[in-house]
């Protein structure tokens, strides 16, 4: 069973999500939040694998309290889905930083949701290609610009030339199998290579070494997405 926690504002908002994710028989709510100190708190003490996180709340805002999840060791298992009506909105990819999984629009369809849920329980980043090339990456490139590598390249000396290779494919949104199909390998030798990144790079999960892949210099955004 998948325990989901609803943060946003709009009470009729999460009454909306409630009711789509308890219709889920893998899914339930646990607990709901109107601004990010009361979903911390609500993940504490009712428990979690998914946070819908509303990034726009007064008081304590969805990425300050995606930031305090990602910072607590005794919440390493939960995953932050960002939700958001600017889906070009900057404090996305700082809450990506901060160790959110990924974002989804609040105007995405129910199955798309409940999708987005199951992806990030399952530890997979919700990050199309478009995403990853556009917004992520032009984000990343700008602040690297203004204040030069927030990662060096030498935090990538760990990783083997393979390793490098798929850090450069997880970093453009593709999937494991799609992974697996351009590197000529198994889906299963993709999950291997994707642990170790996780491991060496210290990441939370995938969108973490998205934004990592772009931090180091690894990959840098495409002309058209700027």
Partial sequence: MIRVVLADDQALLRSAFRVLVDSD???TVTGEA???AEALEVVRSAGADVVLMDIRMPGT????ATRAIGADPDLAHVKVVIL???ESDD???EALRAGASGFLGKGAEPEDLLHAIRLAAAGEALLSPAATRGLIGRFLAQQRDREGAALPAAALEVLTAREREVLTEVAAGLSNDEIAQRLTVSPLTVKT???RLLAKLSARDRAQLVVTAYETGLVRPRSSAG
């Fill in 25 to 27: 028989p893998e899914m």
């Fill in 34 to 36: 109107s601004d990010g």
């Fill in 61 to 64: 805002d969805g990425l300050a």
């Fill in 84 to 86: 958001t009506t600017f």
């Fill in 91 to 93: 404090y996305v990819v």
């Fill in 193 to 195: 290579h994707i642990n």
